[in-house]
């Protein structure tokens, strides 16, 4: 398998292409990664540097992947945080152009826009293209429960709203759903569930809520349930798998006491997941 997957980096700690290419290789992926920014660190820590790159370097980059004969083998093309408003088009145009290539392709957006603790913490501008033209032209979306809210309308809370708002979102485009954060009122104490949907039916699985959020895991996971779910076709494998290489990445992590990801030190946990969290179909 072969991802194209355009997204942020940075030197120090890991987000964005900076946290997905690594586990999707140890998985077996083969990742062509294309930055939207080069930055020193993520923007959680107030301060960092480097660029923000232009939509048309951007797209020179992926017009010279396309003049290596490449996009008849890519079988996704990844898109997360987008830095500035202009990356949107370029993303859209990359996936027609990829798609004309090999129509079997899919196109997987993860909508970076923010969380219900922080609210939005990307350019205002960039909710509104990523509800208006983005989603519309995705195959598997990846929002939280923020955004996913956000992208439909709508303010999903428990099991049923959350399932109503992914309709309305599946009805936008995307025919594939992973919501990963669903923190609806009446889940057992300490959890936290994550909610993947397609034409086959809903999945959630529940694992422990650690006492930490780390930068990048949202990275991590939209990145291992693409490449999971293209490969099985199943939801609910992609979603059980995802949902155990992540926890066991945020356990080791949380252990080390360090604030970003132990990327490279969990990488057991994406080769060979526990498979502790059973998924429960809801519909």
Known sequence: MKI????????????????????????????????????SNHTG???????????????????????????????????????GEGIAEVIIDAVARLKAANPSAVYSCDPVMGNAKSGCFVAPAIPVLLRDKVVPVADIITPNQFELGYLTGTEPTDLASTLESVDRARDMGPRTVLVTSVERPDRPEGTLEMLAADDAGAWLVSTPQLPFKANGSGDVTAALFTAHYRQTGSAAEALARTASSVFGLLEQTLASGERELQLVESQEHYAHPRMEFETRQVR
């Open 45 to 83: 820590y107030g301060a960092w540097r480097g660029p923000l790159i232009a939509p048309d370097d951007v797209r020179e980059v992926i017009t010279g992947v396309e003049e290596r004969g490449a996009f008849p083998d890519i079988d996704v093309v990844l898109s997360g945080y987008q830095g």
């Open 4 to 39: 194209l997957s355009i997204q942020s980096a940075v030197a120090y700690g890991h987000v964005g292409n900076s946290a997905a290419v690594f586990p999707l290789q140890r998985i077996g992926v083969e990742v062509l990664p294309v930055y939207t920014v080069n930055f």
